[in-house]
């Protein structure tokens, strides 16, 4: 159910369904930022998370080192919402951007054009080559990374199923738009 208040109107509704109705519109919730947005403490948000998820309402995914949250509603697979998570964090995005908008690039390049460390960027490519977001050049000493063909596909699925206020959309139309 999602709520779609105006800020009067959301004085008058519970805490825990402003909450529910965040995460609806904003898929791969993190805890932090709901403590930003709703003005509370980080253990008050992760309690009535908790609360919403034992009562069914959300799950939760661990991607990285960051928890996310999705509706219940949503039917989005776990690709998906791994995709979303991905989607969530600055320096993965930042990665996976950079290889759709320059085919064929190296580990070592993206962290120089980035500016954030190898370390990182080799982090992060072996769970994007899992889950079939990027394919690498086989055979070489050194890895070309490409986004993968049936990225671009599975991608615009998902961007059916996501409210048209979503934050991620954005992300999503520039790769699936994306030369390659």
Same mark, same amino acid.
């Given at each position: ?14 805490? #825990?369904? !402003? ?5 609806? #519109? ?18 008050? $948000? ?26 219940? !509603? ?15 964090? !600055?320096? =993965? #995005? ?48 050194? #890895?070309?990374?490409?986004? =993968? ?5 599975? =991608? ?16 999503? !139309?520039?790769? $699936?738009?994306?030369?390659?």
């Amino acid at each position: 159910m999602e709520l779609g208040l105006d800020a009067t109107s959301q004085a008058k509704v519970p805490l #825990r369904m !402003q909450m529910y109705d965040y995460v609806q #519109r904003n898929p791969a919730a993190h805890i932090l930022e709901m403590a930003e947005r709703f003005q509370l403490t980080h253990p008050t $948000v992760m309690y009535h998370l908790s609360l919403l998820e034992d009562e069914g309402y959300v799950l939760s995914t661990l991607w990285g080192k960051r928890r996310v949250h999705f509706d219940t !509603q949503g039917h989005f697979t776990l690709w998906e919402r791994e995709i979303l998570a991905i989607l969530a964090l !600055q320096e =993965a #995005r930042s990665i996976l951007e950079h290889v759709a908008t320059h085919p064929g690039t190296f580990p070592r390049e993206i962290a120089r054009e980035l500016g954030i460390s190898e370390t990182t960027v080799k982090r992060y490519v072996p769970e994007l080559l899992r889950l079939y977001v990027l394919t690498e050049e086989e055979g070489s000493f050194r #890895r070309r990374l490409w986004l =993968a063909p049936s990225f671009r596909r599975r =991608a615009s699925g998902l961007l059916a199923k996501l409210p048209a206020d979503a934050r991620p959309i954005a992300h999503l !139309q520039a790769l $699936v738009a994306a030369e390659g």
